[in-house]
């Protein structure tokens, strides 16, 4: 990095804590691991859903008194996490799971299956025939080359151009702007995104699906019990929040 | 009346930061800014990108975001910039370090490397990405091969937004501008009827008096019949506390009216001013940012072919106590909202 002159001029005292106050600027901050409280198993979730991440985190915390649960709404996140918190466990879709090599040790299913579809969504008529050279959005799942990967499979094709976004409610705008031709989202995710907007939307269901729902990979063996006990005994609201309504054993 | 002070204070410190720079920012960062902008180890072979940039702590979350994303394909190279920051110093670095592609955060940074342009009209300059930089599209006109993502929230963003937090309808928003902001209006206006929201918008001159504003907002709310209104970050037309009180608050509180402001600060439950806050997410803007870089290399840098992106993400702030009380809530609107505020 190249620096200035004179690098270690700083802003008066004062008006550091004026926008400190303001929130305009932020003090540090530890890693989120170590807001987990340390002596309980610590869970790492990273999942596409209908609600903002601290609502998430807030809401399975209340619910899962047992462990520590950190949840991540942006890939680049989740992965900084794996490498440095070294949860106990993990919560994810299985690709997720997958590309780390993890084996699920609870699979969440929703109406019986542990699987849903993925829509291609656009913009007054569906995508039909081929789609070499349309630009696609998608949110980031897996990274630059994971997230290509993963749709190459979905579309079947590798002539496409990607867009990823960091969540699943700024596929909308890649719409309003026809900044892509189509977006790729779970099937569970239509109806909010239909709630959301005005634009007339197509779908159809990809070839290369279904997609693993939520699933629960435990990396510390001495922890499982207490994992698979707390995530089965969540209530119903709180599995629907996560996207299942029930935890099979692969 | 006390509550505006920090508000507005707010307002001038972000726009002054994200779009105009070029004050204190290069040489006033702080020791956790400092430390967080340490690049990658150089590897020998890898292409270089080079992000000239003010160091404070919103270019800074988008910086760590797309150094994140793109450091396995290319070295980075961060050039701190401050006021006393030279388009020779500038020049001087992409000489050393022969990027690929330059980043080039907020109107100040952008200046200096248009100086490097104009100082030497023949020499080939690497292409550019402009980011958190106010009216990018007339920043990249002046350049050459630049392309970028504005920084203004687009008014469908937020419109979508209120719609997906109010019970009352959004179907009608008024918006006052000033002459420099007419262009950014038209393309708003199109943006917005996609989401069959018509954007009913008054234009002012640059002067305007609050009588002038007053009287601007006044027809909005009552004859143009609108459901919201969409405050533009101008500070033309938000100038001090006494000329908001006496303009935005007397009119608006009195027509019980949404408004969406585009700084958190103006959202204060008991103020009854701003409704919903629309502010860029800068960690996504990294990202954003990123995959820009990554289309830019797959096309051979061909850069002018590139329009400039409108930004994708943003945060929302909502003043609860206000939509409860005046427009009602909707079901799970609390779960959509990035900061609730009661």
Known sequence: MTRLRNPRRRWPQPIVWFLLGLGLVHPYQPPRRAMAQASKPVVHVFLQLDAKSSIVEKTLQQHLPELGIVVFGRFRDFEEGLTNGRPDAVLSITPVLQQRGKASCLQGQRGGKSTEPYLLASVNQSLEGSLAGKTIGVVDLLGHDGTQTFLNNLLKTKDIKIKRVAKIEDLLPLLEFSAADGIVLPSSMLGRLLERTRLVIKTKELLGGPVGLPAVAVLNPAVRDVVVRSFQSLDVPTKRLLGVDTWSVP | ?342
Not at chain 2, 62 to 85: C, D, W, Y
Not at chain 2, 174 to 197: C, D, M, N
Not at chain 2, 227 to 255: C, H, K, P, Y
């Open chain 2, 1 to 342: 009346m006390k509550w505006l002070v920090p508000a507005l204070s707010a307002l001038l410190f972000c726009l002054a930061d994200c779009a105009t720079g070029g004050s204190e920012t290069g040489t006033g960062a702080s020791p956790q800014a400092a430390a967080v902008l340490v690049d990658p180890p150089a590897r020998t072979g890898v292409p270089t990108l080079l992000i000239a940039m003010p160091i404070s702590p919103s270019f800074v979350e988008v910086r760590k975001s797309l150094v994140s994303e793109v450091q396995k394909n290319f070295n980075i190279h961060t050039f701190a910039v401050g006021p006393e920051t030279t388009a020779a110093e500038l020049a001087a670095v992409m000489q050393a370090t022969n990027p690929v592609c330059v980043v080039l955060m907020n109107n100040a940074t952008i200046n200096l490397y248009y100086q490097v342009q104009t100082s030497n009209p023949t020499a080939q300059t690497p292409p550019a990405v402009l980011l958190m930089a106010s009216f990018v599209e007339q920043a990249q006109a002046r350049l050459r091969r630049a392309t970028g993502i504005a920084y203004e929230v687009p008014g469908v963003t937020a419109f979508v937004h209120l719609r997906s937090v109010i019970a009352t309808p959004v179907n009608r928003v008024g918006v006052i501008y000033r002459p420099p902001f007419r262009a950014f209006i038209q393309r708003q206006t199109s943006l917005a009827a996609k989401e069959h929201v018509e954007l009913i918008s008054v234009s002012v001159p640059n002067d305007v008096t609050a009588a002038g504003l007053r009287e601007a907002l006044h027809s909005l709310a009552r004859k143009s019949k609108v459901d919201a209104v969409w405050m533009l970050n101008d500070n033309g037309l938000v100038r001090d506390a006494e000329f908001v009180d006496d303009t935005w608050r007397t009119e608006l509180s009195d027509a019980k009216m949404p408004l969406i402001v585009g700084v958190p600060n103006l959202v204060a439950p008991g103020s009854s001013l701003g409704t919903l806050a629309v502010v860029p997410d800068h960690e996504a803007l990294g990202l954003q940012a990123a995959n820009l870089v990554f289309d830019l290399s797959d096309n051979d840098w061909r850069v002018d072919a590139h329009p400039v992106e409108l930004p994708l993400s943003v945060k929302t702030v909502v003043d609860i106590k206000q939509v409860r009380s005046n427009f009602g809530l909707r079901p799970d609107a609390l779960k959509h909202i990035d900061k609730a505020l009661e």
